[in-house]
C-alpha cells in the first residue's frame, strides 16, 4: 500500500485523526474538497484557545503545522467512490486518480439542507444558527427565535432561552399538547402562525414576517436543519448507517471504527452532538485507533 492511512475530508476531525497519526510517523494522506460545513461562519466559538477565532484561519494553520511532518500527503480534491481492496481500500478522486491505503477513515462532514424561506439560507451561519453554545452569547438577552420542524424543536426552545427571550415559530407545525408545560416553564413564546420571510439589513436579523404581514423583533433565528452525509462512500463500502435525529449517522464503536472492519469515522457524520471541540476529539479518537490497530495487527 502506498499509505498507512487515507484520510476523507481536511477540516476538524481528519486534521485532528492525521496530525496524531503522523506524529505516530505512519504514511497519512488526507483528501479534502475544501467545503467544510461551518464554512459559512465567520467565527467559531468555544473551542479551546481559539474562542472567536475564524474557523478557515484555524483550519489553514492546522494544515501548515500538518505539512511540517514527513509521510504526510495533502490532497486537494472530491473523493467520488471508494473500494475494499485486500486488506485495504482504494479511493476514487473525480480527477480519475487512485489512492490506496491499509485503513481509512471517514471525516467528510455532513451537508445541511434549509427551508425554502426568504431570507433564510443568506443568513446561516451569521443570524440563523444551529447552536446556541457555539452562537448563542453573541446574542444574549436579545429577542431569539426557533423554527420549529420536528418534536426535537421543544427541546431546542427550552435550551435557547437559557440566552435570551425566546419564541418558538411553529409555522405550520403541529405542536404536541404535551409540550405546552415545557415550553411555558422556560418562558418560551409560542407563534403559530406562518412565516413569510426574515427581515433585517444585510446578513443580520432584526424581525421574522408573518404571514399577515406582522413583524416579531427576533435577532437571532436556531434552526435544526436537516442533514445528509456530503459523500456516498460509506454506503459504497458498506457501512452500517442509522437514522438520527436530525439525519443519518454512520454507525461507530468506542474506537470510532464502523462495522467495515479497518474504516472508522469521525466527526458530525459519526456522532449525534456537534461542535468543533467534539469533532477533533473524535478525530484524535480515530487516530489513535488506526494506529493501534496498524500496530496490533
Not at 45 to 51: C, I, M, V, Y
Not at 225 to 230: D, G, K, N, T, W
Request: net charge neutral; glycine share 10%; proline share 5%.
Amino acid at each position: 500500500m502506498q499509505n498507512d492511512v487515507v484520510i476523507i475530508g481536511g477540516a476538524f476531525s481528519g486534521l485532528a485523526a492525521a496530525t496524531y497519526l503522523a506524529r505516530a510517523r505512519r504514511r497519512v494522506c488526507v483528501i479534502d474538497a475544501g467545503q467544510p460545513r461551518n464554512r459559512f461562519a465567520k467565527a467559531s466559538h468555544g473551542f479551546l484557545g481559539s474562542d472567536g477565532s475564524d474557523p478557515a484561519a484555524i483550519l489553514a494553520r492546522a494544515r501548515e503545522q500538518l505539512a511540517a511532518y514527513p509521510g504526510v500527503t495533502m490532497v486537494a480534491g472530491e473523493a467520488v467512490g471508494a473500494r475494499a481492496v485486500g486488506d485495504g481500500f482504494v479511493v476514487s478522486l473525480s480527477s480519475g486518480e487512485e489512492i490506496a491505503a491499509s485503513k481509512a477513515i471517514l471525516a467528510f462532514g455532513l451537508r445541511d439542507s434549509l427551508e425554502p424561506m426568504p431570507g433564510l439560507q443568506e443568513r446561516w451561519g451569521k443570524s440563523v444558527l444551529h447552536c446556541p453554545y457555539c452562537h448563542g452569547f453573541e446574542f444574549i438577552d436579545r429577542p431569539l427565535g426557533v423554527l420549529a420542524r420536528t418534536p426535537m424543536s421543544v427541546h431546542q426552545a427550552c435550551l435557547v432561552a437559557e440566552w435570551g427571550p425566546t419564541t418558538l415559530f411553529l409555522n405550520g407545525v403541529e405542536l404536541e399538547q404535551k409540550s405546552a408545560e415545557p415550553l411555558a416553564r422556560h418562558g418560551v413564546t409560542i407563534e403559530p402562525r406562518k412565516i413569510k420571510r426574515l427581515v433585517g439589513e444585510g446578513c443580520a436579523l432584526s424581525a421574522v414576517e408573518l404571514e399577515d404581514g406582522s413583524q416579531r423583533p427576533v435577532a437571532a433565528l436556531y434552526v435544526a436543519p436537516q442533514s445528509s452525509l456530503s459523500s456516498p462512500i460509506a454506503m459504497q463500502l458498506g457501512a452500517a448507517i442509522d437514522d438520527g435525529s436530525v439525519g443519518p449517522m454512520i454507525r461507530t464503536d468506542a474506537d470510532r471504527m464502523t462495522t467495515v472492519p479497518g474504516l472508522y469515522a469521525a466527526g458530525d457524520i459519526a456522532r449525534a452532538r456537534h461542535s468543533v471541540s467534539w469533532a477533533v476529539a473524535d478525530g484524535v479518537t480515530a487516530g489513535t485507533s488506526v494506529h493501534r490497530a496498524l500496530v496490533f495487527g
